[in-house]
Antibody, heavy 119, light 106 residues
Framework: VQLVESGGGQVKPGGSLRLSCAASGFTFSSYNMNWVRQAPGKGLEWVSFISASSTYIFYADSVKGRFTVSRDAADSSLYLEMTSLRPEDTAVYYC?????????????WGQGTLVTVSS | DIQMTQSPSSLSASVGDRVTITCRASQTINDNLSWYQQKVGEAPKVLVSAASTLESGVPSRFSGRGSGTEFTLTITSLQPEDFATYYCFQSYSTFYSFGQGTKVVI
């Protein structure tokens, strides 16, 4: 199993960025996926969930209306479109696979991609 | 939204010590609770799922207990590689959430 994020970088407040996560080593279309972020020196914050078939999508209140999660089964990729970015969105963004063994939990994480929102 | 509160926020321990971290949910989450270990500069790693199921490859000195609103992660005989930050995570509601973390230091 491998999850590789890309697309991070520095952007000005109010700007946009699109993160990608390339999945391999498993049947991507069978798994729910999540984005989780971690501000520098801070704890983990759940950002978004997308079900295996994209039927269900949820966002944390802190990003609702500004971020859009999507996935492409053809190229086994997960995306996070981020708009109206704020300094408080500065964080390492992790792509995370959700397993279901009786109860859902995150079983694999990517290495993360850093997003810096600063003027 | 469900709030997860961990205690303590940090603790100082020695190799060989028994350590217990507590996680409390603001409402019942049954056993939809998992625990993660994160070392500096690394992605988190799952230790326990469904409150008490030890994940493959995780040493048996780690154990999880609890149901409803109160949960614990115990490390018996702390090893040098266990010094890290630990997070609980609830997946009961459609809006998931993490505890604020517990840093275990020497």
């Amino acid at each position: 199993v491998q999850l590789v994020e890309s697309g991070g970088g520095q952007v000005k407040p109010g700007g946009s960025l699109r993160l990608s996560c390339a999945a391999s080593g498993f049947t991507f279309s069978s798994y729910n996926m999540n984005w989780v972020r971690q501000a520098p020196g801070k704890g983990l914050e759940w950002v978004s969930f997308i079900s295996a078939s994209s039927t269900y999508i949820f966002y944390a209140d802190s990003v609702k209306g500004r971020f859009t999660v999507s996935r492409d089964a053809a190229d086994s990729s997960l995306y996070l479109e981020m708009t109206s970015l704020r300094p408080e969105d500065t964080a390492v963004y992790y792509c995370a696979r959700e397993a279901w063994v009786g109860r859902p939990f995150i079983d694999f994480w990517g290495q993360g991609t850093l997003v810096t929102v600063s003027s | 939204d469900i709030q997860m509160t961990q205690s303590p926020s940090s603790l100082s321990a020695s190799v060989g010590d028994r350590v217990t971290i507590t996680c409390r949910a603001s409402q019942t989450i049954n056993d939809n609770l998992s625990w993660y270990q994160q070392k500096v500069g690394e992605a988190p790693k799952v230790l326990v799922s469904a409150a008490s199921t030890l994940e493959s490859g995780v040493p048996s000195r780690f154990s999880g207990r609890g149901s409803g609103t109160e949960f614990t992660l115990t490390i018996t005989s702390l090893q040098p590689e266990d010094f890290a930050t630990y997070y609980c995570f609830q997946s009961y509601s459609t809006f998931y959430s993490f505890g604020q973390g517990t840093k275990v230091v020497i």
